[in-house]
């Protein structure tokens, strides 16, 4: 017998791993921005660490819902349209087949052998073979909402603990250094390894979100120098 040999893509990964970077990126910048406004307030430790764990919380359960309701939505989109060719090949599975067929045509199959393709390919699984040549839609790419929503909450919740552990662990005079230093450290390492995961340059997307980070904690800082020095 001839094994198959298993191969292992990108897409495969693409629904838990786009929401794990969003939410790990989120985590870093949202939270290092902040609290390095906070800091830069002129707070206490305990007032930045406080301000830190409440942007944890809510961001981790913002992210969560945010994802769920925007995955639940494809996901429902996805059950409707399926939906729908399950009852159009009960009523009409001549008029699909030929549907079928006009697709493999389309796709480069001469017409008698996209006939046989269709005919075969609904004999075994009819409606499997329109969502996927049809509507697109594969058991790989599926909306999964509730796999994004958990992926996502948990990710932001370990980005966001990066600037909360430099906070904790820097001199008091130094925490908006420190702070700074860690999360563009661990923009660029989450950056890299997306791309790495995604298959992209590595150094394009660590720069990517680095810029972007250093904007995020620019604008903070500057806005809590300027409303902490008023009077």
Known sequence: MTRIHKEFHNADRIGWLRAAVLGANDGVISVAALVLGVAAAGAPRASVLLTGVAGL????????????????????TEDADIRRERHELASDPDHELTELTAIYRERGLDPALARQVAEQLTAHNALEAHARDELGITATLRARPLQAALASAASFTVGAAIPLLA?????????????????????LLLGGMAARAGGAAVARGALRVFVWGALALALTAGAGSLFGAAP
């Open 167 to 187: 906070v904790v662990a820097a001199p008091a005079a130094w925490i908006g250094e420190a702070l700074t230093a860690t999360t563009l450290a661990a923009l």
């Open 57 to 76: 919380l809510a961001g981790a359960m913002s992210m969560a819902a945010g994802e769920y309701v925007s995955v639940k939505s494809q996901a429902d």
